[in-house]
């Protein structure tokens, strides 16, 4: 039996709330799942964006006990698997004046399957990776 089925959600720090909401809603139409404003200040807001990639964007120094022993923004990899072509991938990235960083660089994916990837980084300089299957 596997222990770990998938990643349920991935967090991040990032310097404003709002601005990363932003990018991320722009790129990859990131839909609003909820938010934590205690006090009507938004400390974590959550984010779904494609079919089940949950992102929570934390606001730093947002007070709250439970969070990485030292969230900083910009400290983030992530892969995300694309749904289309490299290509398009690309497309996408350049659609919406986003430096690609690296790439197109072959990778291999969780699965062992032959892959491409490009990179660039958000407004906090998280480092994002767009992976599409050969």
């Given at each position: 039996?596997?222990?770990?089925?998938f990643?349920?959600?991935?967090?991040?720090?990032?310097?404003?709330v709002?601005?990363?909401?932003?990018?991320?809603?722009?790129?990859?139409?990131?839909?609003?799942?909820?938010?934590?404003?205690?006090?009507?200040?938004?400390?974590?807001?959550?984010?779904?964006?494609?079919?089940?990639?949950?992102?929570?964007?934390?606001?730093?120094?947002?007070?709250?006990?439970?969070?990485?022993?030292?969230?900083?923004?910009?400290?983030?990899?992530?892969?995300?698997?694309?749904?289309?072509?490299?290509?398009?991938?690309?497309?996408?990235?350049?659609?919406?004046?986003?430096?690609?960083?690296?790439?197109?660089?072959?990778?291999?994916?969780?699965?062992?399957?032959?892959?491409?990837?490009?990179?660039?980084?958000?407004?906090?300089?998280?480092?994002?990776?767009?992976?599409?299957?050969?």
């Open positions: 039996m596997a222990l770990l089925k990643i349920d959600h991935v967090a991040i720090t990032v310097a404003d709002e601005r990363s909401t932003k990018f991320y809603t722009a790129l990859f139409g990131a839909e609003l799942l909820f938010d934590h404003a205690p006090n009507g200040r938004c400390l974590v807001r959550s984010v779904q964006i494609g079919g089940g990639v949950q992102l929570n964007i934390h606001q730093e120094g947002n007070g709250m006990d439970l969070v990485a022993a030292r969230p900083t923004p910009g400290s983030a990899d992530i892969c995300f698997r694309f749904g289309g072509s490299i290509d398009e991938a690309e497309d996408l990235l350049r659609s919406h004046d986003i430096e690609i960083i690296e790439g197109p660089s072959a990778r291999t994916d969780n699965q062992g399957g032959a892959a491409q990837s490009v990179y660039f980084l958000d407004p906090d300089g998280n480092l994002l990776e767009l992976m599409a299957s050969d």
